[in-house]
């Protein structure tokens, strides 16, 4: 059973040129996926439809079997709720500390702290954050800050995880050890897609790779 | 659809992930644990809350101008309801003395007059001497008689039978009634009382136009932050509870201080009034006193500058959610 489904999607900015053509692209659930494309071939303008920040200038997407095309405004955060997204420049809440950050997800659906505590503190454990719950991002390296983001994308136990380069701000070693994260995740239930352009990376973890290039996609 | 809220760390051993060898120590998480997702410093509302609180205070000016004209001008309306004038001319062959006992005469057997009071020649002679002087020209002119008139408000007489009646018995009398002054001076009071609608209006568009403004700099300025709520799934209701309370607290905070300031302005002004002769302070400027009716003058100007800031913060916050995502 697929949870995402692109047919025939297209995507332009204002009155440019089209940078993503006719992409067909379906991702079964449960699954494990890369993907992949030169600088600028388009991912994070996919990966930005794939959780509704961008909406495509023509084709449909369907993500958990429902067309996001007719979607109304108050319905996008019940499907943004299903979906656990990590970027390559982590994005925390400068102004809240690490356990803030990870319990956002959980505290904008109206969940209160006494209800959620030990599962944050506990994910923050399994991270190996768990010194750092009360210290704010700025304090935090490149690597403890993309698990505080990979901690606050999972927290709510997402049915998809969209990763947007997780690994350009870090090591190599430490990339791959975020990799067993995605992976362990992934084994939990979680269908992953992970858009990078390590090749490193893609040669190590062994992975179903969409390529994008020339504004379509092909599988490797 | 439905929604997974099952939190997923439960799952997960700290071992497996290789990112935790401490040995599971604990630790606890430090104050609240809920710290404003919207950080407050970022947003104009120092600015806000001083412009709003200026605007306040001009309200109130407003509003006790416009309490203070409206007890004048009663005063005012009552004295001149209260009190009518007979005049006798002195015109060449008339008695104005012996006209003058003829009215006090019909006027006291007129039902519904409280009191008269016939100014005598001296009387009359002092109220011209101002604008004549002592030289001795009054002796010379021919001073007309003044009797006043206090109606009993209860059960007033019928003004116009009366005038027939003097009309008809004594000629050289005529009755005034002041009605003219009246209808000019509510007339003015209304003119007046539409001036200060129109202030109040003014001011309250301006505070609008301030909270529009400062909603949409503390909405920009926080997009990043706005941007991660929605990816962790905000709902708009969610961002715009974060954002609103501080506008309405700015809002009361700045009506507060604007209806105290208002307040303490007019309660000098009412200490300098001690320095005005009576008839200015009963006719000219009144000062307020210290009434219910006042107070809740002074009382709805914070509650009005809440409910502005709260209406116009949460429309415009919708609109801009709108229009950023």
């Known amino acids: 059973m697929s949870i995402v489904r ?52 023509r084709g449909m997407i369907s993500l958990f079997g429902e067309n996001t095309s007719g979607l109304r405004r108050g319905k996008v955060p019940d499907v943004r709720r299903r979906i656990g997204v990590v970027f390559q420049e982590f994005r925390l809440l400068d102004h809240l500390t690490t356990f803030e950050n990870v319990a956002l997800p959980l505290r904008v659906r109206g969940n209160k702290l006494n209800d959620y505590r030990d599962n944050v503190l506990e994910l923050l454990d399994w991270v190996g954050l768990d010194h750092h719950i009360n210290a704010y991002p700025a304090v935090l390296s490149g690597g403890e800050k993309q698990r505080a983001a990979i901690a606050r994308a999972v927290i709510s136990s997402p049915e998809l995880l969209l990763a947007d380069e997780p690994t350009g701000n870090v090591d190599p070693a430490l990339a791959l050890r975020l990799m067993r994260l ?37 599988w490797q | 659809m439905a929604i997974n809220n099952n939190a997923g760390a439960k799952k997960f051993d ?33 600015t806000l809350m001083t412009a709003m609180a200026a605007m306040c ?49 019909i006027l006291r057997a007129t039902t519904g007059i409280a009191d008269i009071d016939v100014v005598s020649p001296a009387a ?52 005034d009634t002041h009605r003219r002054w009246q209808a000019e001076l509510i007339s003015m009071a209304g003119s007046l ?61 700045a009506g507060l201080i604007g209806s105290m300031l208002g307040f303490c302005t007019f309660v000098v002004l009412g200490l300098g009034s001690g320095r005005l002769s009576e008839p200015v302070k009963a006719f000219l400027y009144h000062p307020l006193d210290a009434s219910s009716a006042n107070y809740a003058a002074f009382i709805v100007v914070p509650v009005v500058a809440t409910v502005i800031s709260l209406i116009t913060a949460r429309i415009s916050i919708s609109r801009v959610l709108k229009a950023m995502f």
């Open chain 2, 193 to 253: 009382t539409w001036l200060a609608i129109a202030v109040l209006s003014l001011i309250a568009t301006a505070a609008i136009v301030l909270v529009i403004y400062a909603t949409r700099a503390a909405m920009e300025v926080n997009r990043e932050v706005i941007e991660v709520l929605y990816l962790a799934g905000a709902r708009d209701s969610f961002i715009s509870r974060e954002v609103l309370w501080r506008f309405c607290l700015t809002g009361l905070k």
């Open chain 1, 6 to 57: 692109f047919e025939n999607v297209g995507l332009r900015y204002g009155n440019g040129p089209e940078i993503l053509k006719d992409l067909n692209l379906t991702l079964e659930t449960g699954s494990f996926n890369f993907l992949t494309g030169a600088s600028g071939a388009g991912k994070t303008s996919l990966m930005r439809m794939l959780f509704l920040a961008l909406k495509p200038t």
């Open chain 2, 124 to 175: 009359a002679r002092k109220l011209l001497e101002p604008w004549l002087g002592e030289a001795g020209i009054l002796d010379d002119l021919p001073i007309p008689r003044l009797i006043n008139v206090s109606i009993d408000k209860a059960s007033p007489p019928d003004l116009e039978l009366l005038r027939a009646t003097l009309a008809t018995e004594v000629p050289s009398a005529t009755l």
């Open chain 1, 182 to 218: 995605f992976q362990q995740l992934n084994q939990f239930g979680t269908t992953v897609l992970i858009a990078t352009h390590d090749t490193h990376l893609l040669d190590t973890i062994k992975a179903p790779v969409v390529r994008l290039e020339d504004g379509r996609t092909t």
């Open chain 2, 14 to 46: 700290r071992r497996a992930s290789g990112f935790n060898d401490r040995g599971g120590a604990k630790f606890e998480v430090a104050g609240n644990g809920r710290s404003k997702v919207i950080p407050e410093a970022t947003a104009p509302h120092m």
């Open chain 2, 57 to 105: 205070y001009l309200a109130v000016l407003a509003i006790g101008a416009l309490l203070m004209t409206d007890t004048a001008v009663d005063n005012w309306t009552s004295q001149i309801a209260s009190q009518v004038t007979v005049q006798i001319s002195a015109a060449d062959g008339v008695d104005v003395d012996g006209d003058a006992e003829k009215v006090a005469d």
